[in-house]
């Protein structure tokens, strides 16, 4: 079977799921289905284009049987969806993050050994041309063993979101809505985290409840520590990965999505070279749901399978959100 031949039922049509439509169908996908309570929400994707089926009701959707499910609802219900979702026999694509809470995860884990299908969180960073560019220096040793990370996003919420006090980001979720970073401490540290540490609070103007200001230190083994700044309020945006190791450094630098620079030092060559990349935002979700629709046709792996996904809610639980 090609992917194309898959249907596929998007669940939530706010701006996530409208993009993933619109990947979707830049991949070829012929039987788009959508499903969402808000009438407003589901006008609006469809004025991007048509689709094969449209539900209010997410139950009355999986009752005509979707081969493949992507979650794209507020973080509380990703996992009572995918497990639904799942026990009607689909295989879910799950939007970052896993949920808003580890409640439930023992339950998701058995539903997804029960049913036998693939399940993969979105966390769409581990297919960003720059950064896994960075992974790949990482892995073949340019820099020997990774020895320290630091990660720093930071952005403006009301520049982003002119929308942003009508989020629940400003009340739940806060800077912990920034997870990139957190999942990719734990994807470059490629060990197990032993400690996290944290400050977190509602440092500035912009009328937070949670936090919008939250700095971590992971630990993973004995031997290899991460620094984590997130901030919802920082001007200029910002982004910066450095991966420091016993025989050089990397650097990924990006603060927009249309390019991205990739610095790297070895020690062998004493010297910086810099790799500027021209990017595109939707390109890594068309390797996202490429990944997926192919683990779903020929089982290859996915990048992002539950284990990994639970890293990084773990560590925000621990965190103390």
């Given at each position: ?109 058995a539903a997804v050994e029960r049913s036998g299908k ?83 609070g509602a440092c500035s103007d912009l009328g937070f ?105 773990q560590i925000i639980h621990l965190a103390g959100r």
């Amino acid at each position: 079977m090609e992917i194309e031949a898959l249907s596929v039922l998007v669940a939530g049509c706010g701006s996530i799921g409208r993009r993933h439509v619109r990947v979707l169908r830049s991949l070829g996908m012929r039987e788009l289905r959508i499903c969402d309570p808000d009438p407003g929400q589901r006008e609006a994707l469809l004025a991007e284009g048509p689709v094969s089926a449209v539900y209010e009701d997410f139950e009355a959707a999986l009752r005509d049987g979707p081969d493949t499910v992507l979650i794209c609802t507020p973080p509380e219900l990703h996992i009572p969806m995918a497990i639904r979702a799942l026990e009607s026999g689909a295989h879910v694509l799950s939007e970052k993050p896993l949920s808003d809470s580890i409640e439930r995860v023992r339950e998701l884990e058995a539903a997804v050994e029960r049913s036998g299908k693939v399940f993969a969180v979105a966390f769409c960073f581990r297919h960003h041309e720059g950064l896994t560019l960075a992974r790949g220096y990482l892995q073949e040793g340019a820099i020997g063993r990774v020895v320290s990370l630091r990660l720093r996003v930071g952005e403006h919420l009301p520049e982003v979101r002119p929308d942003y006090r009508n989020l629940f980001t400003l009340t739940r979720g806060g800077a912990f809505d920034l997870t990139h970073e957190i999942d990719l401490a734990c994807w470059f540290a490629q060990r197990p985290f032993t400690e996290v540490q944290s400050l977190h609070g509602a440092c500035s103007d912009l009328g937070f409840t949670a936090p919008d200001l939250v700095e971590l230190l992971i630990r993973f083994g004995e031997r290899c520590i991460a620094s984590v700044h997130l901030d919802l309020f920082s001007l200029p945006r910002s982004r910066v990965t450095e991966l420091m190791g016993t025989a050089g450094t990397i650097i990924v630098e990006f603060a927009g999505w249309d390019a991205c620079t990739v610095s790297l030092y070895r020690q062998e060559a004493g010297t910086w070279t810099h790799q500027e990349l021209k990017t595109e935002r939707d390109e890594m979700f068309r390797r996202e749901d490429r990944e997926f629709l192919e683990a779903v046709v020929s089982g290859t792996p996915v990048s992002c399978p539950l284990s990994e996904a639970l890293k990084s809610q773990q560590i925000i639980h621990l965190a103390g959100r």
